[in-house]
């Protein structure tokens, strides 16, 4: 499996973002794509996931209203809309994916994109 996320970058406060992720590989149709974050010296956190087959989703309470995961079957990619950013949403994001159930837990995860940086300024 191979993931390739890219379009993170530098935006103000109140500004948006979309990443999107790439996956290759495998068939995904059983499997959970997860967004995490990882701010530096911090443990990196659960941001959001999606269930490839039911479209089911879970977010962490601190992005619900601001951000939006969602996927494109055709294309093997998962989106995730940021908006209204905060400087704290400052971290590197990394997609990631698994078979089996949502998990908010980055260790359940086996697959990993390289992480794209997000910074945003106040």
Known sequence: VQLQACGGGLVQAGGSLRLSCAAS???F???VMGWFRQAPG???EFVAAINWSSGTIS???GVKG??????D???????LQMNSLKP????????ATKS???????????YWGQGTQVTVSS
Do not use: L
């Open 73 to 79: 079957s055709a294309k093997n990619t998962v989106y």
């Open 25 to 27: 590989g495998r068939t």
């Open 88 to 95: 704290e949403d400052t971290a590197d994001y990394y997609c």
């Open 66 to 71: 601001r951000f939006t995961i969602s996927r």
């Open 42 to 44: 911090k443990e990196r």
């Open 100 to 110: 089996g159930y949502r998990s908010r837990d980055y260790r359940d995860y086996p």
């Open 29 to 31: 149709s059983t499997y």
């Open 59 to 61: 977010y962490t309470d």
